[in-house]
């Protein structure tokens, strides 16, 4: 389906694998971005939207559940300590799905990929774990 912004773009091509660890690449059906899932030689087609979606949604779970240190850690590397700055920070990390896909891919998937971030689903599409294989190190507090 396309928006105004054009064509939907699979978010996370080249970070989905399926629980074997076999990576799943991005073929169009319909027009439509689809992760190709192996499932013992067969090739299930699942919507990328609804992985993106899942993904999104567990980002911001994530994100939410440590906004506080996120933004500390933030405020730290920047060398900042205002009101205004903290406002902005968090906004941008309430904002995360909707920042993730007006930026486009090509603006953070290789930092994902850095990081070793991979998405793990099952034959049919649904989320089963992120994984971040470089892990994050946030500073300790001072």
Aim: glycine share 10%.
């Amino acid at each position: 389906m396309e928006d105004s912004a054009g064509p939907y773009l699979a978010l996370f091509q080249g970070l989905v694998f399926n629980e074997r660890g076999q990576p799943a690449e991005v073929r169009f059906v319909g027009g439509e971005p689809h992760y190709v899932v192996v499932d013992d030689g067969f090739e299930r087609h699942v919507e990328a939207r609804s992985v993106d979606d899942a993904v999104v949604a567990e980002l911001q779970r994530q994100v939410d559940e440590q906004q506080e240190e996120l933004v500390g850690a933030m405020l730290h590397a920047l060398g900042r300590d205002d009101v205004l700055t903290k406002a902005a920070l968090e906004s941008s990390l309430a904002n995360l799905g909707a920042s993730l896909r007006e930026s486009g891919p090509a603006q953070w998937l290789p930092w994902l990929k850095m990081l070793g971030f991979r998405i793990v689903v099952d034959v049919h599409g649904r989320l089963v774990m992120l994984t971040y294989e470089g892990g994050i190190d946030l500073p300790e507090d001072e």
